[in-house]
Nanobody, 124 residues
Framework: QVQLVESGGDLVQPGGSLRLSCAAS????????MGWFRQAPGTGREFVAA????????SYADSVKGRFTISRDNANNTMYLQMNGLKPEDTAVYYC?????????????????WGQGTQVTVSS
């Protein structure tokens, strides 16, 4: 089992920045890829970004490319999402997830473990 805990969500004005963190514990050596997804009210869970845990290769949704940066600190089993140039449409609950196998990275059902989510609200 892998346990994931997100933090860093907040209320921020348009154009502002936030950094989300996801702390992993448990069988972290089983993790192949970690990702961030988000879910706004009345919508499905949307892919944001993903990173290969060992190699560091990253992938991004087109909607966040150039504004968000995913990274990880293997020594501390922590993943980050630096979000710059935030827009009201970025408002959502952000979830971190971990996958133990090579599967399509942007499909939520391909992830085995999930955190509880952290709220990001972008509003003036």
């Amino acid at each position: 089992q892998v346990q994931l805990v997100e933090s860093g969500g907040d209320l921020v004005q348009p154009g502002g920045s936030l950094r989300l963190s996801c702390a992993a514990s448990g069988r972290t050596f089983d993790m192949f890829r970690m990702g961030w997804f988000r879910q706004a009210p009345g919508t499905g869970r949307e892919f944001v970004a993903a990173i290969i845990w060992s190699g560091g290769t990253t992938s991004y949704a087109d909607s966040v490319k150039g504004r968000f940066t995913i990274s990880r600190d293997n020594a501390n089993n922590t993943m980050y999402l630096q979000m710059n140039g935030l827009k009201p449409e970025d408002t959502a609950v952000y979830y971190c997830a971990a996958s133990t196998r090579l599967r399509i990275y942007y499909i939520a059902n391909n992830y085995d473990y999930w955190g509880q989510g952290t709220q990001v609200t972008v509003s003036s």
